[in-house]
């Protein structure tokens, strides 16, 4: 019996097109239920991390239920408090997380 499965890898290097949009981010804090392009920012950087594995999050400007599961997901991987909203210290960890790529593992 095979089980496929995605594991995230850090990539060796981020490019200077993901440094530049993560710079792009508002400094404000977002939680669930908000919109505007602030929200629009963190979704494409959301995206530009990889941790979608091939599951695009839409970049509408909501922050709904699938920009919510993201950030907990980011806020998992990278060991901070999961509380489904970006405030500063998981904005900060966005601009200085690099990409992560999806492997797909077999066992």
């Known amino acids: 019996m095979s089980l496929a499965t995605s594991v ?7 490019s200077a097109d993901v440094a530049t949009s993560a ?17 629009e920012r963190l979704q494409r950087r959301l995206n530009e991390l990889g941790l979608n594995c091939g599951n695009q999050l839409g970049t509408d400007g909501v922050f709904g239920a699938a ?10 991987r990278n060991r901070l408090t999961m509380t489904g909203d970006v405030g500063s210290v998981t904005r900060s960890s966005t601009c200085r997380e ?4 999806c492997r797909s593992t077999t066992r």
């Open 23 to 39: 710079a792009m981010l508002c400094d404000v804090d977002l939680e669930y239920g908000e919109s505007g392009s602030c929200v």
């Open 8 to 14: 995230l890898w850090p990539m060796s290097s981020a």
């Open 67 to 76: 920009t919510r599961m993201r950030v907990f997901a980011f806020q998992g």
């Open 98 to 101: 690099r990409p992560w790529r």
